[in-house]
């Protein structure tokens, strides 16, 4: 790689930024990250999540503590660092927040998103990749899902949001053919740097299956609640396309090379292994592979779920020469192995002397 040197990175100490911050500065490139801590840890002085970034590959990240709804200090990083092309992972991605709390999603995730556009706009930065989610298919008409499935009927606030930036995109390319794009619409990231030093700490609840199966195995939980088990699936229970968080990284670096090389206008990927795992066989490798025992509560759906959806993920394996590695085993050990040496997670300020402990 490449001809681009230096990649602006927003939310960059979250779960999925600072697992791509890795590959990135391992392919050399230089990374300016910032972050505003609505859902990761971290302060004034860094983020301990990119601290570790550097301890995995010896490289050094630049970060900024800078909100995306702060439009000139977004201008200022950019006035620092000659930016060749943005990662934009910012964003609040709380389901069921975002149904509470509508105009906080539509704020942080919508207007977060246009000052970004318009700062790399005023400073001849044409170049993104944009986190979307397999959330704007909505209910599945067919599966494997392509990324010509129709999108747009989604049942939740956050959804849309992703949606309402896609829709965006498509008339901003059309409009000025300047902006090369690619949105890459993950499946469900799961897993954590095989090293253990990295992994996901939200500091919002939630409620995603691997990261709560987690807790119940830590004892932390006393029982994991399964929502539904009369689904049209093999076992009765949900299907998803559960993914690994490198393989979602590497998805990045090969999308970085596309745009590198080409000029794609706005192009759209499926991020997903193409397999379809129902919550019954997720839970039986991650006891099989943790050696622990998950108690289970069958209870009535989830309200909004669907019932199955898994990727067609050969768009990406044509064009960005991209496939996924990691088995669902390797997704829950490194799940696992993050939890275990990080029982809670990174290290949090001591408040009373204000040192790292
Ligand atoms: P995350 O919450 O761990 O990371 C997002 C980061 O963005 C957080 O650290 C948060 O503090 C930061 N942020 C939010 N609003 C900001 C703002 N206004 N200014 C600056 N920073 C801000 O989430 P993640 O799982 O790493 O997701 C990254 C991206 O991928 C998000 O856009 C998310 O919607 C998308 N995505 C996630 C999943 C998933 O299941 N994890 C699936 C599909 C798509
Ligand atoms: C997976 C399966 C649940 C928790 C969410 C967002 C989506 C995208 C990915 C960002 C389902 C079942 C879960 C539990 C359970 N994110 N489950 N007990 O719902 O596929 O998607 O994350 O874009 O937008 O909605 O992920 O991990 O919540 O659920 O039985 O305690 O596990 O019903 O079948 P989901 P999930």
Redesign the pocket.
Known sequence: MPRFKTVLV?????????HCVVDLLQVGLEVVA???????VGDEEGSPALRRVEEITGKCVTFYK????NKPQIAQIFTKHKIDCVI??????AVGESMQQPLLYYQ??LL?MLNLLEVMRANNCYQMVF?????VYGEPEYLPITENHPTGKITNV?GRT?YFIEEMLKDLCAADMKWNIISL?????VGAHPSGLIG?D???EFT?LMPFMAQVALGKKPVLTVFGSDYNTPDGTGVRDYIHVMDLASGHVAALNLLNTNHVKLKTYNLGTGKGVTVKQLVDVFEKVTKTKIPLKYVERRLGDITAMWADPSLAKRELNWSTRYTVEQMCTDFWRWQTMNPDGYPKKNKTNGVLN
Not at 10 to 18: K, L, N
Not at 34 to 40: K, L
Not at 131 to 135: F, L, M, P, Y
Not at 185 to 189: G, I, K, L
């Open positions: 927003t939310g960059g100490a979250g779960y999925i930024g600072s910032i972050d505003n801590f609505a859902n990761a800078a909100d995306l709804l934009h992972f910012a964003a609040l991605k942080n995730n977060g986190s979307s989610s397999c959330t956050y992703k619409r993950y499946f469900n990231p996901e939200p500091t919002k995603n």
